[in-house]
């Protein structure tokens, strides 16, 4: 089990371009998160996975956001028109296969995005 | 909606004394509550989490907390604080769903 990997990174776009992170959670896992973390701040949930069924998003996700994870997998974030306020650190986590909440989530090093 | 409170945004202590990051959490029904480590360019750990039962909880790497109801918080204490335990730390809080609401974060800083 190598754990939760994020790739890339590190990605620097310039305003308006479409970018797109990858998440692959820990094998066993069925759920997986992303979240935001803006400097000086905490991590902000932005949306979860049950298996491949979107179950929650956050009102942080906004229509430029989207998230998918076919087949229960991978999962892939996808920020278009990106803005400046987009810049922050994207973490993917995953818990499972229990279904209590208070599942230990285990986070990924991060997608570290600037936007010039 | 929750909310979770890490009044200290810094700490410096020295190596060897002890240790206690607060957190103060706002929920109504008793929350989940974790703590995490994050250091420089690593994930977050999970050091201790408490759901229910026993208010004292232990954890890795020698920390451990206590879910106080009356006063809302979940302190995290460490008797004897090691350079390594550099990094920043986050109070997290889960309110029966699946999303975690963070903390501010405190970094705590260990003078050799």
């Known amino acids: 089990d190598t754990g939760v990997s994020q790739d890339p990174r590190h990605k620097i776009t310039k305003r308006g371009q479409n970018v797109t992170f990858r998440c692959d959670p820990i094998?066993?896992?069925?759920?997986l998160y992303w979240y935001r973390q803006t400097l000086g701040q905490g991590p902000e949930f932005l949306t979860y996975f049950q298996n491949e069924a979107q179950l929650e998003k956050s009102r942080l996700l906004s229509d430029r956001f989207s998230a998918e994870r076919p087949k229960g997998s991978f999962s892939t974030l996808e920020i278009q028109r990106t803005e400046q306020g987009d810049s922050a650190m994207y973490l993917c986590?995953?818990?499972?296969?229990?279904?209590?909440?208070?599942?230990?989530?285990?986070f990924g090093p991060g997608t570290r995005l600037t936007v010039l | 909606a929750q909310s979770v409170t890490q009044p200290d945004i810094h700490i410096t202590v020295s190596e060897g004394a002890s240790l206690e990051l607060r957190c103060n959490y706002s929920?109504?029904?008793?929350?989940?509550l974790f703590w995490y480590v994050q250091s420089p360019g690593q994930g977050l750990q999970l050091l201790l989490k408490y759901f229910s039962g026993d208010t004292l909880v232990q954890g890795i790497k020698g920390f451990e907390a206590e879910f106080k109801r009356s006063q809302s918080s979940f302190n995290l204490r460490k008797p004897s604080v090691h350079w390594s335990d550099a990094a920043e730390y986050f109070c997290a809080s889960g309110a029966g769903s699946y999303q975690l609401t963070f903390g501010k974060g405190t970094k705590l800083s260990v003078i050799p």
């Open positions: 094998s066993e896992h069925n759920r």
């Open positions: 986590a995953s818990s499972g296969p229990g279904h209590q909440p208070y599942n230990e989530q285990f």
């Open positions: 929920y109504g029904a008793t929350p989940y």
